[in-house]
Nanobody, 124 residues
Framework: QVQLVESGGGLVQAGGSLTLSCAAS????????MGWFRQTPGKERDFVAA????????YYADSVKGRFTISRDNGKNTVTLQMNSLKPEDTAVYYC?????????????????WGQGTQVTVSS
């Protein structure tokens, strides 16, 4: 089992910044990659960013490239999503997820474990 706990969500004005963190514990061999997804009511969970634990390769959705940065701290088993220049359309519940696979990281069904989610609200 892998346990994921997100933190750092909140309310911010457009143009502002927020940092989300995901603390991972449990089977290290079950989390070769980590991802962030977001979801709004009535819509599917959308890919935001992903990172491989080994090598640190990163991947981003086009909508967040240049604004969001995903990083990892192997020693602390945490993954961070730095979100800058936030827009109202970034408002969503953000989920952290872990994957055994290191391919197709933009697909929600690739991931094996999920956190409980954290709300991010960007006001205009």
């Amino acid at each position: 089992q892998v346990q994921l706990v997100e933190s750092g969500g909140g309310l911010v004005q457009a143009g502002g910044s927020l940092t989300l963190s995901c603390a991972a514990s449990g089977r290290t061999f079950s989390r070769n990659a980590m991802g962030w997804f977001r979801q709004t009511p009535g819509k599917e969970r959308d890919f935001v960013a992903a990172i491989r634990w080994s090598g640190g390769n990163t991947y981003y959705a086009d909508s967040v490239k240049g604004r969001f940065t995903i990083s990892r701290d192997n020693g602390k088993n945490t993954v961070t999503l730095q979100m800058n220049s936030l827009k109202p359309e970034d408002t969503a519940v953000y989920y952290c997820a872990s994957s055994v696979s290191i391919i197709n990281l933009n697909r929600a069904n690739t991931y094996n474990y999920w956190g409980q989610g954290t709300q991010v609200t960007v006001s205009s």
